[in-house]
T-cell receptor, first 116, second 111 residues
Framework: DGGITQSPKYLFRKEGQNVTLSCEQN?????MYWYRQDPGQGLRLIYY???????QKGDIAEGYSVSREKKESFPLTVTSAQKNPTAFYLC???????????????FGQGTRLTVV | QKEVEQNSGPLSVPEGAIASLNCTYS??????FFWYRQYSGKSPELIMS????GDKEDGRFTAQLNKASQYVSLLIRDSQPSDSATYLC???????????FGAGTRLFVKA
């Protein structure tokens, strides 16, 4: 089955630790995204990538890092510089449509990160 | 900063009624518009996409787009308790890859 797989589903981080969230897709999509969602809030864009070996900062990139070494994979590292990392993290992918139209994003099941 | 605005709700409608969800956006260059449904603790799933002015119908759902007014809406006919969720409006920025989400409207359908 095609889809997006995020792991782990739940993750606990100690103060000062870096943690990496995994995101893998087998949809052959070019673009991949990381969003953060806080309780009762919408999705805020952390980073996105249109092609392999290229990525751009979203609206809240500080304290996060990403890599895109393979088309299928877009891992997100939450560094110790992110002071309030407790949130629900969503990975998504999409592929460009016809002129100036983007197709919809497909989401993974999410990773819930908690600082302990 | 490009913005997508939604009424946070909650919007409460009786079973069988029409639920109307509204969204405004600030980027006049946007070309793609989406409605996602998100159940509590779950990831968003696509309900509708719309690219041209006017109405687009899919089953009980109708999306409406007015680019001149920078307004997009979602109508849910014959609302069911299973429609109770948060509905997210999403807009792509200026024809590019970046998609901006609204904060969502919580919908409750009372049986």
């Amino acid at each position: 089955d095609g889809g997006i797989t995020q792991s782990p589903k739940y993750l606990f981080r100690k103060e000062g630790q870096n943690v990496t969230l995994s995101c893998e897709q087998n949809l052959n999509h070019d673009a991949m995204y990381w969003y953060r969602q806080d309780p009762g809030q919408g999705l805020r864009l952390i980073y996105y990538s249109q092609i392999v070996n290229d990525f751009q900062k979203g609206d809240i990139a500080e304290g996060y890092s990403v890599s895109r070494e393979k088309k299928e994979s877009f891992p997100l590292t939450v560094t110790s510089a992110q002071k309030n990392p407790t949130a629900f993290y969503l990975c998504a992918s999409s592929t460009p449509g016809r002129s100036k139209e983007s197709t919809e994003a497909f989401f993974g099941q999410g990773t819930r990160l908690t600082v302990v | 900063q490009k913005e997508v605005e939604q009424n946070s709700g909650p919007l409460s409608v009786p079973e069988g009624a029409i639920a109307s969800l509204n969204c405004t956006y600030s980027d006049r260059g946007s070309q793609s518009f989406f409605w996602y449904r998100q159940y509590s603790g779950k990831s968003p799933e696509l309900i509708m996409s719309i690219y041209s002015n006017g109405d687009k119908e899919d089953g009980r759902f109708t999306a409406q787009l007015n680019k001149a007014s920078q307004y997009v809406s979602l109508l849910i006919r014959d609302s069911q308790p299973s429609d109770s969720a948060t509905y997210l409006c999403a807009v792509n920025e200026g024809g590019g890859f970046k998609t901006i989400f609204g904060a969502g409207t919580r919908l409750f359908v009372k049986a």
